[in-house]
T-cell receptor, first 114, second 114 residues
Framework: ETGVTQSPTHLIKTRGQQVTLRCSSQ?????VSWYQQALGQGPQFIFQYYREEENGRGNFPPRFSGLQFPNYSSELNVNALELDDSALYLC?????????????FGPGTRLTVT | QQQVKQSPQSLIVQKGGISIINCAYE??????FPWYQQFPGKGPALLIAIRPDVSEKKEGRFTISFNKSAKQFSLHIMDSQPGDSATYFC?????????????FGQGTTLQVKP
């Protein structure tokens, strides 16, 4: 059984640019949630994808968007990057509709916006 | 009402001692309470979780105590080891048999001295 993987590991972008982060869910899981973790803070929920649709969204602007693919992997896209978008972006894999609440996190993508 | 408040912010414990981290919540709809362990540069790892129908859950050296009436829960690490030095996050969500968004505490940095 493979765990949650994310790519890239690190990324440096300039303010105003766009970025795409990728996540492969754990084998057998059908749901991916994305979180933003600023330095020294707890993760903040961005949104969740289930059956290729957004299934809940946190307090993040529309320039944060995502996709889920038929193989349950997911992308997080951020447009018009701002300095405050610098953070560790985490995806969490889980099984919705199977009576389980556990979410398993990947190693994260460290995004630096200059 | 969506907040989860965690304390202390940091904790220093001698090897072999007991580490205790506390969390409090307001939203009585929360019904799933996990704890995560995070090492520097890594994603959070699920440690142990509890649902409000039980007052205590133990897994190895880790125990969650849950007080529904006080809306508080805590993590106890028995026989703390230097390898336990990490940041610990409590979290809460709605939907114990389904994967809802996790609301995280601010984190506790634990240092176990040899």
């Amino acid at each position: 059984e493979t765990g949650v993987t994310q790519s890239p590991t690190h990324l440096i972008k300039t303010r105003g640019q766009q970025v795409t982060l990728r996540c492969s869910s754990q084998s057998g899981h059908n749901t991916v949630s994305w979180y933003q973790q600023a330095l020294g803070q707890g993760p903040q929920f961005i949104f969740q994808y289930y059956r290729e649709e957004e299934n809940g969204r946190g307090n993040f602007p529309p320039r944060f968007s995502g996709l889920q693919f038929p193989n349950y992997s997911s992308e997080l896209n951020v447009n018009a990057l701002e300095l405050d978008d610098s953070a560790l972006y985490l995806c969490a894999s889980s099984s919705k509709g199977q009576g389980r609440a556990e979410q398993y996190f990947g190693p994260g993508t460290r995004l630096t916006v200059t | 009402q969506q907040q989860v408040k965690q304390s202390p912010q940091s904790l220093i414990v001698q090897k072999g001692g007991i580490s205790i981290i506390n969390c409090a919540y307001e939203n009585t709809a929360f019904d799933y309470f996990p704890w995560y362990q995070q090492f520097p540069g890594k994603g959070p790892a699920l440690l142990i979780a509890i649902r409000p129908d039980v007052s205590e859950k133990k897994e190895g050296r880790f125990t969650i105590s849950f007080n529904k009436s006080a809306k508080q829960f805590s993590l106890h690490i028995m026989d703390s080891q230097p390898g336990d030095s990490a940041t610990y996050f409590c979290a809460a969500s709605i939907g114990s048999s389904n994967t809802g968004k996790l609301i995280f505490g601010q984190g506790t940095t634990l240092q176990v001295k040899p």
